[in-house]
């Protein structure tokens, strides 16, 4: 039986991965097509639009692992899509790819009435995309309600995980630096195509093991903010719910 840390950490890479799916998806793309925008300018301004029409140093705030003057290019760059307008698109996006990734998994209404508790009873302290991620109205079709929950709990994950970097004093480029050192096909530690994933100038220095050790100790501290959130979830739902992800996460 799965205690709320265990289903933490059980379900936070699953929760990672459908949460955040639709953020590269086709259905993103198109809508970048469409609007014009580039794929970062649609990124910043649906994610974040849910903080309201704002200066971009407020988004810099809540993109806590970008640079700050890719956040401010990006959001400034998308000014020409009314925030309203970006989170009612996103959130569409996040719809669409639910219902492309998960119609034909028939755990999907489960997953839904599994983690909607989890989302409403959340404090929403330290995770602002989370809050304002919560207040957009759900979809009523199962695939789609599913993956726009997935977004939510991630939201408040990321928001959790960036106040334990700079709690710990790290750097977010650093913590991205450390997040793993498993060989690449690229020559590259995962941590450094994150890095220039997330376009941080290279070179990179290699973390030191200091660093290494406090990013792993920012993992732990995630889980166990992560872990209240779970509490609402008697043994048996979160064993479900583990499961159901488990096999979801292969759509």
């Not at 699953?14 to 300018?41: D, T, Y």
């Not at 302290?125 to 199962?142: S, Y």
């Not at 690229?186 to 450094?192: D, K």
Request: a negative charge; hydrophobic letters at 45%; aromatic letters at 8%.
């Amino acid at each position: 039986m799965a205690d709320p840390r265990s289903t933490a950490v059980q379900v936070k890479a699953p929760i990672g991965q459908l949460g955040g799916g639709f953020m590269i998806s086709r259905e993103a793309k198109a809508l970048c097509e469409e609007l014009g925008l580039g794929a970062r300018e649609l990124y910043f301004r649906g994610r974040c639009g849910v903080l309201g029409e704002c200066d971009a140093d407020v988004v810099t705030s809540v993109a806590v692992f970008f640079p700050a003057q890719h956040v401010e290019d990006n959001w400034n760059g998308g000014r020409k899509l009314p925030v309203e307008r970006a989170v009612e698109l996103y959130a569409e996006a996040c719809r669409a790819w639910g219902r492309r990734k998960l119609g034909g998994y028939d755990g999907c209404a489960r997953i839904a009435e599994l983690l909607q508790p989890v989302v409403e009873q959340a404090a929403s302290t330290g995770a602002p995309l989370f809050a304002g991620w919560r207040a957009v109205p759900l979809a009523d079709d199962p695939p789609a309600r599913a993956a726009q929950l997935l977004h939510v709990v991630r939201e408040l994950r990321g928001g959790l995980h960036a106040s334990a970097v700079i709690a710990a004093g790290l750097h977010p480029l650093e913590a991205t630096l450390a997040t793993s050192h498993d060989a690449t096909p690229f020559g590259l530690a995962a941590g450094e195509m994150i890095a220039k994933f997330f376009t941080w100038p290279e070179p990179y220095a290699k973390p030191a093991p200091d660093i290494v050790a406090r990013r792993a100790a920012v993992e732990e501290t995630t889980d166990d903010l992560m872990t209240p959130v779970f509490s609402v979830l008697n043994d048996r739902e979160s064993d479900e719910l583990i499961e159901l992800l488990r096999f979801g996460h292969g759509h």
